[in-house]
């Protein structure tokens, strides 16, 4: 970046000593070291300036790259955690499915166990009703049979209560008795 200096007058150089008067002539001499100082200053300016900003270009580049770096590093990571949460996401799918799978393997066996128990209860129910209904038919022929041997004991005791009668009867006429 150079720096150009335009002033509203001609240039110094290109001023003639005939189109100066002589008491400015040196006005001139000092007014062109002015500039040359002037000059050579706002170079330097204009280096330093440079200077500093190439410095500071250099450093922000550096600046760049340091970010890049740590966003390459960033992106490692967030793929790292990326894939780590994919294994975890599938071995939790695995262990959900193996799970799934041993929890329907318990289930029918539980319903399997759950069907025999059902079917024994039934069984069991019906060899109850079919005791109760043996029961019942038992109980109406022990009533029956107490009912019959009832009436045969009174026929017995009525029989035995003749025959003891005319047993009575018969000890008092030993000699019609068929030997």
């Known amino acids: 970046m150079h720096l150009t200096i335009d002033l509203l007058c001609p240039r110094v150089d290109e001023v003639s000593a005939r189109d100066i008067p002589e008491h400015e002539h040196s006005n001139i001499v000092d007014m062109r070291k002015t500039l040359k100082s002037v000059r050579r200053t706002l170079q330097a300016v204009c280096h330093s300036m440079e200077q500093m900003a190439a410095e500071r270009i250099t450093h922000l580049e550096a600046e760049v790259r340091h970010r ?3 966003n390459a590093t ?3 990571h967030a793929k790292e955690l ?11 799918t695995t262990q959900l499915n193996k799970e799934r799978a041993d929890f329907q393997a318990k289930e029918s066996e539980i319903q399997a166990k759950l069907r025999r128990l059902k079917d024994d209860l039934s069984a069991t129910k019906d060899e109850l009703r079919q005791c109760e209904e043996r029961r019942t ?3 109406e022929e022990m009533k029956l049979w107490r009912g019959s041997a009832t009436k045969n004991k009174k026929k017995y005791y009525a029989l035995k209560a003749q025959r003891s009668v ?3 009867d018969n000890d008092s006429d030993d000699s ?3 030997v």
């Open 137 to 139: 038919q038992a109980n």
């Open 74 to 76: 960033l992106g490692e």
């Open 176 to 178: 019609l008795e068929v």
């Open 166 to 168: 005319a047993k009575k």
């Open 82 to 92: 990326s894939r780590q949460r994919r294994r975890a996401r599938k071995v939790a």
């Open 68 to 70: 890049e770096k740590e």
